[in-house]
């Protein structure tokens, strides 16, 4: 399984939803504050498409911008 990789803000709710979310279903992630880093950033509006909503969820091939709960 590839890698987990959560994009997002220390200060967002939905961010911190979903990092607790996958904490809670013992999934490893790697988190990335695109707040504290360029090349986060850069990286999540490329998997984005250029939205600027986070938080931004990478598993696999599968790309979610947003998060509204456990899925």
Do not use: H
Not at 23 to 40: L, M, Q, T
Not at 53 to 59: A, G, R
């Amino acid at each position: 399984m590839d890698k987990v990789l959560i994009f997002g803000k220390d200060d967002c709710p939905y961010t911190s939803g979903a990092r607790e979310d996958y904490i809670g279903r013992g999934i490893p992630f790697e988190y990335i504050n695109v707040k504290k880093s360029k090349d986060g950033m850069k990286k999540m509006l490329e998997y984005s498409g250029g939205r600027r909503e986070v938080p931004v969820i990478v598993e696999g091939k599968k790309i979610t911008v947003g998060f509204g709960g456990g899925t």
